[in-house]
């Protein structure tokens, strides 16, 4: 008996068999090479005793069944295949070394970034739970975690020590433009109306622009402006939202448990709660979200889309019956100083919608209903927002031009004009003028201008309004 | 014969512990042995005998190892464990029971 058979035909014949069989989930790798062991033994004893190579491995393949019926058998067999997948087998192929090393690096990275926080606190940046909120921390949080993630993914992609420097220069200007401005009462953040607008703005934009031009960067591998990689980045982006929200609830039981237990023995734990816990948590949090989304991408289904899948039916009903409300009460918007950050976060609601319908769609598949439901959205919200910008427009004189209500009006533009092209788009695709990747490019392509955008509020922003 | 698949289901159990009483094997020799066993009557497909050897050794009835093989390749060995032998002595009282059942009742028919 041999161990290959000198046929080459054969030989290529069971590599394909048995490649079809390794896409099975239920079926591991040991199972494969006892299955395939099983199909060699009969193949020599079916060519002993006279057929033909290419007859044999049709009865031997025959003889073994059809693999849908093996699959299912293998699955009731081992029903947890189908469920514990993600951190006890990340790769049944990867050798096992490979993901114990990621993980002691993933570890170690979540350590850093939890000590990251307490950093500040050697410099006098202290975070205590009994005072206000540290207008330092609030400004500087996404300094903690995204340059260890930036690092995560410089590792994971085998970047050079070179393009980890240019990685470096986004960190180092957020820290230098998060810092010294000076923000009027820049130590609080929460006394209105003396806490600085301006600053406010860099607290909110600053993550957006680092997570875009440096995370982003090095999630895909250093070339950011040339490569076709930035969907795989809406995707993760997407998705670590929804790991992050699934850590989080589980830090809040974990904090509610220590808030319990130490309160029966009469012991004040708000100092490590408010100091250590939930800061260093969340920083950790982020780096260990990304490895669970790394890990998993290509072992679970992406979440994000399916939830895309719920709600845009949901946003459009809600957004039909407001119009359609709106125009029987005749009741005109009533305008309110703030008004436009709703508006504003709506419309973004309805490009993640699309952005994340997107990321999932096959763009060769032919126009569906949902394609129609997703231009209804979208026409929908944009006839909204312009019912709603009239409104405000005929009395942003009356209210001034504060930092707030720039940005807010600049955001909205950028959200509309994005919109009202995806729109267009929709309308060729689903009248089978144009294709779907015109619409995916468009969204992909509009990706720098948020980060610009983003970028521009927090550099340019606090020295035109005087740090207001 | 076609035999009706609940039917092959159910023998699979004691009679591949059986086999395996015999002396410890593999996949394919069990498989081999059946067919040698049934005289061909009993045909099974040949991939769901590994379901069931899987399901067995998850129930501890069998142990596997892996070792090489007299071709180079390494090959899943299985034995019997002492729960393997306790369970095919009951399965064994059950068969016993269904087919002294049924051969009653078919003597009977015979004699009328």
């Not at chain 1, 009731?76 to 951190?87: C, F, G, N």
């Not at chain 1, 950011?224 to 589980?250: N, P």
């Not at chain 1, 309308?427 to 720098?448: C, H, M, N, T, V």
Request: contains cysteine; glycine residues 8%.
């Amino acid at each position: 008996m041999t161990t290959t058979f000198a046929d080459q035909p054969l030989e290529e014949q069971i590599a394909q068999w048995r490649a079809y069989l390794r896409r099975r989930r239920a079926v591991h790798s040991p199972d494969v090479e006892e299955l395939e062991g099983h199909l060699r033994d009969q193949l020599t004893a079916l060519t002993a005793s006279g057929l033909a190579a290419d007859e044999a491995f049709l009865v031997a393949v025959k003889r073994m069944g059809n693999l849908d019926a093996l699959s299912r058998e293998f699955a009731r067999a081992h029903s947890e295949r189908l469920w514990k997948q993600l951190v006890v087998a990340p790769d049944v192929d990867a050798p096992a070394s490979t993901s114990r090393t990621e993980l002691l690096v993933v570890l170690s990275l979540a350590v850093a970034a939890g000590l990251a926080v307490k950093l500040p606190t050697l410099f006098g940046h202290h975070l205590n739970p009994d005072e206000d909120v540290n207008a330092f921390y609030i400004r500087n949080a996404s300094l903690f975690a995204f340059p260890l993630l930036a690092i995560y993914f410089m590792w994971k992609r085998g970047l050079s020590a070179v393009s980890g420097l240019w990685l470096g220069l986004p960190f180092a200007a957020a820290a230098v433009f998060a810092n010294v401005f000076p923000f009027h009462n820049r130590e609080r953040l929460d006394n209105f109306p003396q806490g600085s607008d301006t600053q406010l703005l860099t607290v909110l934009h600053l993550p957006i622009a680092l997570w875009l031009m440096a995370v982003g960067v090095a999630y895909v591998g250093g070339r950011w402006f040339a490569s076709g990689r930035r969907m795989d980045f809406v995707r993760f982006s997407g998705e670590l939202f929804i790991y992050y929200v699934l850590i989080a609830l589980g830090g809040g039981v974990v904090t509610g448990f220590t808030v319990m237990l130490f309160s029966a023995i009469d012991t004040k734990a708000g100092w490590f709660i408010g100091g250590w816990l939930i800061p260093c948590g969340a920083a950790g949090a982020v780096i260990v979200g990304s490895w669970l989304v790394e890990a998993k991408q290509s072992v679970i289904e992406n979440m994000a889309p399916v939830l895309t899948r719920l709600f845009t039916p949901l946003f459009t009903i809600l957004l039909l019956g407001f119009l359609a409300t709106m125009a029987w009460t005749g009741s005109p918007i009533n305008v309110e100083r703030e008004m436009l950050i709703g508006f504003d976060l709506l419309l973004a609601v309805v490009v993640g919608l699309v952005l994340y319908a997107a990321s999932a769609r096959d763009p060769q598949a032919r126009p569906d209903f949902f394609d129609g439901l997703q231009l209804l959205l979208v026409v929908s919200a944009l006839v909204v927002d312009v019912v709603a910008l009239a409104a405000i427009a005929a009395r942003i004189s009356e209210f001034g031009f504060t930092p707030n209500r720039v940005a807010a009006l600049g955001e909205n533009l950028i959200l509309l004009i994005n919109l009202l092209w995806t729109a267009w788009l929709y309308a060729s695709f689903l009248r089978r003028r144009g294709s779907f990747a015109d619409l995916e490019k468009w969204q992909i392509g509009y990706l720098p201008v948020y980060a610009m955008w983003a970028a521009l509020v927090v550099v340019v922003f606090p020295p035109l309004f005087g740090y207001r | 014969m076609d035999m009706s698949k609940d039917l092959v289901a159910a023998s699979a159990t004691p009679l591949v512990l059986a086999i395996l009483a015999e002396g410890d094997s593999y996949g394919y020799a069990i498989i081999k042995r059946v067919a040698e066993l049934s005289g061909g009557h009993l045909q099974w497909t040949d991939g769901m005998l590994y379901p069931v050897l899987h399901r067995l050794e998850r129930q501890g009835y069998v142990v596997a190892k892996w070792s090489a093989s007299e071709n180079g390749r390494r090959r899943k060995y299985y034995r019997i464990t002492r729960e393997g032998r306790a369970q095919l002595a009951a399965q064994r009282e059950q068969w016993k029971a269904v087919d002294g059942t049924l051969r009653g009742i078919w003597m009977q028919a015979c004699t009328v």
